[in-house]
């Protein structure tokens, strides 16, 4: 999983505009696409594309550029041809309904477009919060009739894979809100670029230290 960060920050340093920063970002996360899961041939990637607390929160102002540019690059990953040509299923996951018509819009039509794909994932956590996902996963599983366990809590969860390793840019070290029960055992890498500043040495050199590591999982 990686968490973005600093795309404000990078546009105060570079003095340009926040929908140019983002604007950036999104050719970021289309290149990422292409060094995970084509290059290093991952199966499952996911982006933590914008968090619920920012939905709720953030300034009109800020948050309109955002929806603005994340609506955009949905329509157009719908078509593009690199998730086609590489069987890349897209899937996006939050409180979605608090979207705008036209953001929801381009969600389903990517889904759609990519819905038959089966050789990778690439999931979108978009209005995401692992608290509440994790809240609603608990009454799923309590009116299901399900034993309470680990086990079944994690399948009523939106993300309910493990998570291997945490990417996370601009020198920042927290979650922020993420998927919980899937990071369990995660690995974290922390970068000190600015989100579109991101380059594809940086993501070899993030997947090598994950490979050379020794994973223990809690033995």
């Known amino acids: ?4 960060d600093g795309d404000r920050r990078y546009a105060k340093r570079e ?30 990637f996911t982006f933590f594309g914008l968090s619920h607390a920012n939905v709720i929160k953030r300034s009109e102002s800020d948050l309109g550029v955002i929806m603005e ?5 949905l329509k157009n990953f719908a078509s593009y041809p690199l998730f086609h040509d590489n069987r890349i299923k897209v899937r996006v996951y939050g409180e979605t309904y608090l979207l705008p ?10 889904q759609h477009a990519t819905e038959d794909y089966k050789k990778h994932v690439f999931n979108i956590l978009i209005s995401y919060s692992g608290a509440l996902d994790l809240s609603n996963a608990m009454n799923k599983l309590m009116k299901s009739g399900d034993s309470v366990n680990f086990h079944n809590l994690r399948k ?14 601009a020198n920042e ?6 998927p919980l029960l899937s990071v369990q055992y995660a690995e974290f890498h922390y970068l000190k670029e600015y989100f579109p500043e991101i380059t594809e040495k940086v993501i070899d050199k993030a997947i090598k230290e994950y490979h050379n590591r020794i994973r223990s999982f809690g033995v």
């Open 1 to 4: 999983m990686i968490i973005p």
């Open 15 to 44: 003095k340009i505009s926040l929908r140019e920063a983002y604007n950036k970002s999104v050719v970021v996360v289309r290149n990422l696409v292409k060094w995970l899961l084509v290059k290093h041939n991952i199966y499952e």
């Open 69 to 73: 540019v994340e609506t955009q690059a």
């Open 101 to 110: 018509t036209e953001f929801q819009e381009a969600i389903l039509n990517v």
């Open 156 to 169: 009523y969860c939106m993300i309910n894979t493990p998570i291997d390793l945490v990417i996370r840019s």
């Open 173 to 178: 070290k927290r979650v922020s809100d993420g």
